[in-house]
Nanobody
Framework: QVQLVESGGGLVQTGGSLRLSCAAS????????MGWFRQAPGMDRDFVAA????????YYADSVKGRFTISRDNAKNTLYLQMNNLKPEDTAVYYC??????????????????WGQGTQVTVSS
């Protein structure tokens, strides 16, 4: 049984930092593309970042480029999202996902097969 468990969310002030973790079991993350998505109340689930399963190439949404860094520790089977210079508009539930997206599809939530339960990130102004 595949499980993705996010942690590390919380309340932070504008300009602060958080590091999200996604611990995987039942799959080997190095065999999958891994992604982070977020969903604010009343909004669609939006792409944040992803890392390819071949070569570990990172992909980022324009809104987080230069502030967020995605990484993975294959030995720990864990995905991370380092979030710096946080803004109130980053407030959302953050989800990690695993899948094998086709080329050019890393930002599409439907390209991912497995999802975690989410962790809340709240950035106060």
């Amino acid at each position: 049984q595949v499980q993705l468990v996010e942690s590390g969310g919380g309340l932070v002030q504008t300009g602060g930092s958080l590091r999200l973790s996604c611990a995987a079991s039942g799959l080997t993350i190095s065999n999958y593309a891994m992604g982070w998505f977020r969903q604010a109340p009343g909004m669609d689930r939006d792409f944040v970042a992803a890392v390819s399963w071949i070569g570990g190439r990172p992909y980022y949404a324009d809104s987080v480029k230069g502030r967020f860094t995605i990484s993975r520790d294959n030995a720990k089977n864990t995905l991370y999202l380092q979030m710096n210079n946080l803004k109130p508009e980053d407030t959302a539930v953050y989800y990690c996902a695993a899948g094998i997206p086709a080329s050019g599809s890393y930002g599409r939530s439907r390209a991912y097969d497995y999802w975690g339960q989410g962790t809340q990130v709240t950035v106060s102004s």
